[in-house]
């Protein structure tokens, strides 16, 4: 009180001025922490994820998914992805839910669906994953004791009510174990980033002890990441490895002429099997031994899988989903997607000057047509048919095998000469391939007429021999004529048929017959690839399921191929099977097989013209 006194009449008012501020600073704090409760429970569900993966354990993984500002009623599910559905639901073991506010209840409300419901806003939820035992597929889960590949939709579960938020991802791995995948990292060891569930499930994580090599295109980094079996030095050239891959992206790049990504990921694996392509990154088995001696075979899946970044991953049919946890979606536009992507990986290492099977172009597309003509139902199946069942194992394509890669490829390659034709070479697919990714490289995907519109207005003086090729070739499936457009290089197509035989000139075993195991059956069924092979005429036909084989049992499908791969012409063996009629004993009697030859050759006296689009074409330019 002394001390007021003594103040001047300013400081006086200075402090009773104060002492209003603060109690107003106390009246708006108040306010501002009832403010602050409310847009906390407004605000958007933050949501974390724990991997974690024990030393030592190569049988399951954990997984814990820890959700802020929920809703007190929620659904989480594991997506099925477009190409195949592994029904990975079934591996979840050990499901809790756990709240600090109380007790929390989940309903499995169908296979890959659970509806949580808790008492709060915060939740942990947590399982664990068993992994698939078998043949190790670069698109199935795996541990070693040397590493792996876990992540996307195999491992996560996302909020369906909230695809669009982002999450944390943290990664428990055993000591001395690395980490490549697309993911954003952050700044803590072991935490990424996922702007969406989209994102999350579409980038796989390979761990273990990798070896990395980094190139720049664009400004942009790119990321080998490889994963050997049992070994820390690794025997190949790993500057031959990074020169192919680099000068497959740079031709890849040059053809879309933009990047749709910040940051590639090449994870490539030894001792796995089969390739799949993602978001901003690839999975491909890559045996030591074919990078040693076999690189094309490499480089032909490397081609295909990374250009997939444009041609189905953002040039997406409008049939396909962000996410889904449904049945399995379907296309009738892969011929579109996969075959089109077949016919730029072949001429992406042509341009890029890799080595090839076959030794020039005019050679591949022989052989291609031979295959086309091998495979009846590539003639009989309409494009839209085969794209629909290419990834269903049901056989709905009956007693025909039909490719919507091959399909696809070949239509590519017609439309491509009738550009060239039609514009002096000016024009080709390229710029089709260019205008697509300009129309539907984001959200929008595509639908069949979008395709026909494209070419068209790259090739406007065509728009009716395009209309007609479209009615013709894809809406109806009528069998491809190759002749009408070989003819505009100067080339003509014969074909004949002879005896099938090998290298060494013997005759070939019919062998138009392979067998698959579905997702829910124990028993290997079969499908058969021509109407007319010794298997269909035996009395087999596609879905009959293969009990034994002469007499045996049939439990592994190395069985099936020894037995498989040891015919001979004149063998008489026998095979229990379990059609729609019951049970039969079917005996077959091993042929040979007449197969198609064909020969592309040089029309005589061809125009200067016709020969400098054969030049181009067959240059690849």
């Known amino acids: 009180m002394n001390y007021l006194k003594n103040r001047n009449p300013e400081v006086q008012l200075s402090t009773h001025w104060i002492v209003i501020i603060l109690s107003l600073v106390f009246i708006f704090h108040t306010s501002l922490a009832q403010v602050s409760w409310i847009d906390k429970r407004m605000s958007p569900v933050q949501i974390q994820y724990l991997l974690r993966v024990y030393a030592g354990d190569t049988s399951d993984y954990h997984v814990e998914i820890r959700i802020d500002r929920s809703s007190h009623l929620f659904h989480l599910a ?22 600090n506010s109380g007790p929390a209840t989940f309903i499995k409300k169908d296979s890959a669906l659970w509806e949580i419901s808790i008492p709060g806003d915060q939740a942990i939820i947590s399982y664990d994953m068993l992994l698939p035992g078998g043949t190790r597929y670069t698109h199935h889960p795996y541990l070693t004791s040397y590493g792996g590949l876990l992540g996307d939709l ?45 994102v999350l499930l579409d980038c796989p994580i390979l761990m273990g002890n990798l070896h990395f090599w980094d190139f ?76 040693q001696h076999s690189m094309k075979y490499l480089d032909e899946e490397i081609a295909h899988e990374y250009l997939h970044t444009w041609n189905l991953i953002n040039i997406r049919p409008a049939e396909y989903s962000d996410l889904n946890y449904g049945v399995q979606e ?15 990986a072949d001429l992406v290492l042509r341009r890029a000057a890799l080595p090839l099977e076959d030794s020039n172009r005019l050679s591949h597309v022989e052989e291609l047509i031979n295959q086309y003509y091998t495979d009846t139902g590539n003639r009989v199946i309409t494009p839209r048919v085969a794209s629909l ?38 024009r080709s697919f390229d710029d089709v391939m260019r205008l697509m990714f300009d129309r539907f490289g984001g959200e929008r995907g595509f639908q069949a007429g979008d395709i026909e519109q494209c070419c068209k207005q790259v090739c406007p003086v065509a728009e009716e021999q395009i209309t007609a090729f479209f009615q013709q070739y894809i809406e ?32 070939r075993v019919d ?19 021509h109407p007319n092979s010794c298997w ?67 029309v005589p006296n061809p125009s200067p013209g016709t020969l400098a689009l054969l030049e181009k074409w067959t240059s690849g330019e």
């Not at 995948?181 to 980033?193: A, D, F, N, Q």
């Not at 290419?390 to 009956?398: A, E, T």
């Open 78 to 99: 594991m997506a099925t992805h477009n190409e195949y559905d592994d029904r990975n639901w079934q591996l979840v073991r050990n499901f809790r839910v756990i709240c």
């Open 330 to 344: 379907r296309s009738g536009l892969l011929w579109f997607s996969e075959g089109l992507t077949m016919f730029y």
């Open 154 to 198: 195999h491992s996560f579960m996302y909020i369906v009510e909230n695809p669009e938020i982002p999450s944390t991802i943290n990664i428990d791995l055993p000591n001395g174990w690395q980490i490549a995948t697309g993911l954003e990292k952050s700044l803590k060891s072991g935490s990424y980033r996922a702007s969406s569930a989209r």
């Open 389 to 426: 069942v290419s990834n269903d194992p049901q056989g709905f394509s009956g007693d025909y095998f039909a490719s919507t890669h091959l399909q696809g490829e070949l239509i590519g390659t017609m439309l491509d000469i009738l550009i060239r034709s039609e514009t002096g070479n000016k």
């Open 536 to 602: 269909a005429r035996a009395g087999l036909h596609t879905g009959d399921r293969l009990l034994s084989i002469d007499g045996i049992p049939l439990k592994k499908r190395a069985e099936f191929n020894q037995w498989f791969g040891e015919l001979k012409t004149g063998d008489q063996p026998s095979m229990g099977v379990l059609g729609q009629d019951g049970y039969h004993e079917i005996k077959i009697l091993i042929e040979p097989y007449f197969a198609p030859v064909v020969r592309i050759s040089k």
């Open 216 to 291: 720049r295109m664009e400004g942009i980094l790119h990321r080998i990441a490889y994963l050997p079996v049992h070994s820390a030095v690794i025997g190949f050239d790993s500057m031959l490895l990074l020169n192919h891959i680099q000068r497959i992206a740079r031709q890849e790049m040059d053809l879309f002429g933009h990047i749709p990504y910040k940051e590639y990921e090449f994870l490539l694996e030894d001792g796995v099997y089969g390739a799949l392509e993602h978001l901003n990154s690839v999975t491909i088995g890559a045996p030591q031994d074919w990078i």
């Open 476 to 507: 109806k499936g009528l069998p491809l004529e190759f002749n009408p457009f070989l003819a505009r290089m100067g080339l003509k197509l014969d074909i004949s048929y002879r005896k099938a035989i090998d290298e060494q000139g013997h005759e």
């Open 511 to 529: 062998r138009r017959m392979y067998i698959w195991k579905p997702a829910d059956d124990s028993v290997y069924s079969i499908h058969i690839m």
